[in-house]
C-alpha cells in the first residue's frame, strides 16, 4: 500500500510541476477571463515579489488547453501502465476487505514459491560448475601447510570470509575463540631410544621429522617392555589377553590405521600401558594425529572457550595420562625386528609380540616434551536466509586447518563448501527461496579434535536443539573414488537412498552411485551406511548436541589413501588416488551434499526419517535378550524398557498418520510437525547427566554410564563382578531416557498415552 501511495504522490508532482503557474477562485460559476478581476491575493513579502524587469508571460486559453490535452494524454498512459505492472495489493482481500499490517505482510510472506523439484535440480545443476573451480581452490587451499593458529590458516580464514561477501550472501561474520593447544618443543625434541638394565643409552632411534608429534600426549619418561599389538583395537587387545599377555607397565607398538589415534591410546590405557608408539603401514613418514578421546578443547570442557570464559581448574576425562609418539616405519621395522617372546597370531601380520627384546635385559625408553600454546581460532560463516522457517537452521560445515598441505583433510571439503555456498547463492537471485536458513561454516582447529565446531555447539547449546534442523559435513570428502559411504544418523538412510539416485558414479557416466552400489551388493545399506565416527564434527552435532548429522566420503577399497595427515597430502597425491579424476569425484560430492542441503531446507516436511529409531532400538533389545537369566537372578527385568520402545514406536506411527492426514500447505501445521521431527535426536540425549562431566549424552551413540554400550558391557561381565545398584541405575537411566524420547515425539502433553 506504501508503494502504491508513494507512486501516486510521484504523479501529482509530475502533474504540478509541468502545470503553469495560476490562481484560483474561491467563487464558483466564474468565468476565467473574469477571474482576474475577483481575484483578491495578498501582498507578497520581499523575497517572494515579482521581478518588474521580468516581462509577465502569457498563454492564450487554446495553447493552455492543448498543453493540458498532452498532460492528461500522458497521465492516462502512465497510470495505464502503473497498473499493468504493479503487483496484487498487499492489504486488500478477496472481497475488497483490509487487512492489518501484520496480516498483510504475513500473506506477502507465505506466497507459494512455484518450483517443483526438477526446475530446483536443474537451477543447482546449472549454476554448479564442471569442476574446474572446486580444483583451482583445492590447490589453492592445500598450497602450503595451515596447521590452526598459524599466520597461513588466518590468512585462509580472510580468503573464505571474502568469498562469502562476494557472493552476496544475506550474513557473514566470523567467531573467535580461545583454546589451548600442544606443539612440538623445538628446544627439546622427542626422542626415543634403547637402554639398557642401568639406563644408559644403547642405540637413539630416530623417530623420523621432529615435527610430526600426537596433540594430547602426556610429557615426561615412560620406559619398559615393548610389545605389538596389532592396530591397537579392542579385539587386538582381547588376543594378547587370551594368550596371557600382560601390557601392564610396558610399552606397546601399534601401526596407524582402522580407528583413530585417541581410540588406540584410550585402548592402550585401559589395558595398563605406559606409552604408545604409532607407525604408518604403506607410508616412510610418521603420520599426525591428535590423541585426546573427545572432541573440543580437552581443557575447557563442557564450557566454550571465548575470551570472557573464566576457565574451571579441571580438564577432560578423554585426556590421556600416558606418553603418545609417532615415528617412521623404518623406525619401527627396527623395534619390531628387535622383539622376541610369543609369536604373532596369523592376523597380526609380523613377527613377535615382545615384550623381550633381542639383548637381555633392554628396554624401551620414550620422552615427550611437547608444550601448550594459546591460541585464537576462527571460525568464518556465511548464512542465506530461509523464507518461511528462517529460525530454523540447515548447517553445513567443513575443517579448514591442515598440520600438513592437507588437500585431502581440509582442501576438498573447503573447496566445496565454497562451491556449494556460491551455487546456493546464485540459485536464491535467481528465484530459488529456500524454507529454512542455510548456514555455511569453516571450522578451525580441527585438527586437534573438531574443536572449532564443538566449542560453537558448547557456546550455544542451550538454543542450538531450537535452531539447527541438520548438521552436513564435508570433512575429508575424497579418499579415493571407487566407494561411497555415508557415515551418518540413522534418520537420514531415506533421503541418501534419494539422493544417490540422482547423482552419477564419477567412474561411470550415465550410472547413478545407486546403480552402482546396486551392482556390488544387493543391499544398498550395508554398502553405504556406516555409523558417525566418534572422531569428527558429525559426531559432537549429535552425541553431544542432539542434532542429527551425515557425512559423506569416497574411499578406496584396495590401496586407501596412505598420505592422509602427512606432509604428502597434496593435491597431487590426491589426484593420482583417483587416478587424475579429483576434480571429478569431488564434483560428485559436491552433488550430493549441494541435493541433500536443498531438500533439507526446501521441503514442507523435513525429510528425516523418524521411524528409522524403531528398527535401531529393536535390534539393540534383541541383543539384551541374552541377559535375561542374569537379570532374573538379580531380581531385575527388561520389561519397561521393552514398554518404551513400545511407546516410542507408537508415538512415530501417530505422528506419520498424523501428518499424512494434514494440509502440508499450512504454515503452522508445518512448523509444528516440522519442530517434533528435527529434535529427535535431541529426545535421545539423557537429561540426567552433566554435559561436562558426560558430554557425549547420546544414550545410543555417546560414552558414559547412561549409554546403552556401558549396560552391555555391565551385563557382559562375570556375575561376581556385576554391581546391582549401578546396574538398575544404568537400567533406568536408558528406560526413562527413551520414554521421554517418545512423550516428547508424541506432542502435547495430553497427547501422550501410557501403556505401563
Not at 550472501?169 to 593447544?181: G, I, N, P, R
Not at 626415543?192 to 621429522?209: E, F, K, M, P
Not at 529456500?434 to 542451550?462: H, K, M, N, Q
Not at 592422509?564 to 593420482?576: N, V
Amino acid at each position: 500500500m506504501y508503494e502504491h501511495g508513494h507512486k501516486m504522490e510521484s504523479v501529482r508532482k509530475i502533474i504540478h510541476t509541468a502545470m503553469p503557474s495560476r490562481s484560483y477562485s474561491v467563487y464558483r460559476g466564474v468565468e476565467e477571463e473574469d477571474e482576474a478581476e475577483l481575484h483578491i491575493e495578498s501582498p507578497p513579502c520581499d523575497d517572494q515579489r515579482p521581478n518588474p524587469k521580468l516581462p509577465r508571460l502569457w498563454i492564450s486559453p487554446q495553447h493552455q488547453k492543448l498543453i493540458l490535452a498532452v498532460i492528461l494524454t500522458a497521465f492516462v498512459a502512465f497510470l495505464l501502465g502503473f497498473l499493468a505492472t504493479r503487483r496484487p495489493c498487499a492489504t486488500c482481500g478477496i472481497n475488497g476487505d483490509d487487512f492489518t499490517s501484520d496480516e498483510a505482510s504475513q500473506q506477502e510472506e507465505s506466497e507459494p514459491i512455484k518450483m517443483d523439484w526438477s526446475e530446483i535440480k536443474d537451477l543447482f545443476t546449472k549454476y554448479l560448475t564442471d569442476g574446474q573451480q572446486i580444483q583451482q581452490k583445492i590447490k589453492k587451499i592445500s598450497g602450503v601447510a595451515h596447521p590452526a593458529g598459524s599466520q597461513e590458516d588466518g590468512d585462509l580464514a580472510d580468503y573464505v570470509l571474502q568469498a562469502f561477501r562476494s557472493y552476496n550472501m544475506d550474513h557473514t561474520w566470523v567467531e573467535s575463540h580461545f583454546a589451548q593447544l600442544q606443539f612440538p618443543n623445538r628446544s627439546r625434541p622427542n626422542t626415543l631410544d634403547i637402554i639398557d638394565d642401568s639406563s644408559a643409552i644403547v642405540q637413539t632411534l630416530d623417530i623420523g621429522d621432529p615435527e610430526v608429534y600426537c596433540p594430547y600426549s602426556a610429557t615426561g619418561k615412560a620406559e619398559g617392555g615393548l610389545f605389538y599389538v596389532n592396530y591397537g583395537r579392542v579385539e587386538d587387545f582381547q588376543v594378547l589377553r587370551s594368550q596371557a599377555i600382560n601390557v601392564s607397565a610396558a610399552l606397546v607398538i601399534v601401526r596407524a590405521g582402522q580407528i583413530s589415534f585417541a581410540e588406540k591410546v584410550n585402548n592402550a590405557e585401559e589395558a595398563g600401558a605406559v606409552g604408545v608408539l604409532i607407525f604408518p603401514e604403506n607410508v616412510e613418514s610418521p603420520v599426525y594425529g591428535h590423541v585426546h578421546f573427545g572432541t573440543g578443547d580437552p581443557n575447557t570442557p563442557g564450557f566454550p572457550s571465548f575470551n570472557h570464559t573464566q576457565f574451571p581448574p579441571f580438564r577432560s576425562s578423554g585426556l590421556p595420562k600416558m606418553l603418545v609418539q609417532a615415528i617412521s616405519l623404518s623406525s619401527a621395522r627396527s623395534l619390531l625386528g628387535t622383539l622376541s617372546g610369543v609369536s604373532v597370531p596369523d592376523n597380526f601380520l609380523l613377527h613377535g609380540l615382545g615384550p623381550t627384546l633381542t639383548s637381555r635385559g633392554h628396554k624401551v625408553r620414550l620422552q615427550v616434551h611437547n608444550v601448550p600454546r594459546s591460541e585464537e581460532l576462527h571460525n568464518v560463516f556465511g548464512s542465506i536466509t530461509g523464507r518461511h522457517e528462517p529460525e530454523h537452521y540447515i548447517v553445513v560445515g567443513a575443517q579448514r586447518d591442515s598440520w600438513g598441505p592437507g588437500a585431502a583433510r581440509s582442501g576438498v571439503g573447503t573447496a566445496i563448501l565454497l562451491e556449494l555456498a556460491r551455487t546456493m547463492a546464485m540459485m536464491v537471485h535467481n528465484g530459488f527461496q529456500p524454507r529454512r536458513t542455510i548456514l555455511f561454516v569453516s571450522w578451525d582447529g580441527g585438527d586437534f579434535g573438531s574443536i572449532g565446531a564443538t566449542e560453537w555447539l558448547e557456546g550455544y547449546l542451550s538454543m542450538l536443539h531450537l535452531k539447527v534442523a541438520a548438521y552436513v559435513s564435508l570433512d575429508t570428502p575424497v579418499l579415493g573414488d571407487e566407494n561411497f559411504i555415508a557415515k551418518t544418523s540413522p534418520l537420514f538412510t531415506s533421503l541418501i537412498e534419494n539422493i544417490i539416485k540422482q547423482v552419477e558414479y564419477p567412474r561411470q557416466s550415465k550410472q547413478s552411485i545407486y546403480e552402482r552400489v546396486k551392482m556390488k551388493s544387493g543391499n544398498w545399506k550395508s554398502e553405504v551406511i556406516v555409523p558417525l565416527v566418534k572422531d569428527s564434527s558429525a559426531f559432537a552435532f549429535t552425541a553431544f548436541a542432539g542434532v542429527p548429522a551425515l557425512e559423506f566420503s569416497f574411499l578406496e577399497n584396495l590401496q586407501p589413501y596412505k598420505y592422509l595427515d602427512t606432509k604428502q597430502d597434496t593435491y597431487e597425491s590426491l589426484d593420482q588416488v583417483t587416478n587424475g579424476r579429483l576434480p571429478t569425484v569431488a564434483l560428485s560430492v559436491a552433488e550430493v551434499a549441494g541435493l541433500s542441503l536443498i531438500k533439507l531446507s526446501h521441503d514442507h516436511i523435513l525429510p528425516l526419517d523418524y521411524t528409522a529409531y524403531n528398527d535401531v532400538l529393536l535390534k539393540h533389545l534383541v541383543k539384551l535378550q541374552g541377559y535375561q537369566k542374569k537379570l532374573k537372578s538379580r531380581g531385575l527385568t527388561l520389561d519397561w524398557l521393552y514398554s518404551a520402545r513400545g511407546d516410542y514406536t507408537r508415538a512415530t506411527q501417530r505422528l506419520k498418520k498424523a501428518i499424512s492426514q494434514s494440509d502440508i500447505h499450512n504454515e503452522r501445521v508445518i512448523q509444528f510437525f516440522n519442530v517434533r521431527i528435527m529434535r529427535v535426536e535431541f529426545y535421545f540425549l539423557s537429561q540426567y547427566v552433566s554435559a561436562i562431566s558426560s558430554p557425549y549424552r547420546h544414550i545410543l551413540l555417546g560414552r558414559g554410564e547412561h549409554t546403552l554400550e556401558a549396560l552391555m558391557e555391565h551385563l557382559g561381565q562375570d556375575k561376581d563382578t556385576i554391581n546391582d545398584n549401578e546396574l538398575r541405575k544404568q537400567i533406568a537411566l536408558f528406560t526413562w531416557t527413551l520414554e521421554g524420547a517418545a512423550n516428547a515425539l508424541s506432542g502435547e502433553v495430553w497427547e501422550v498415552q501410557r501403556s505401563f
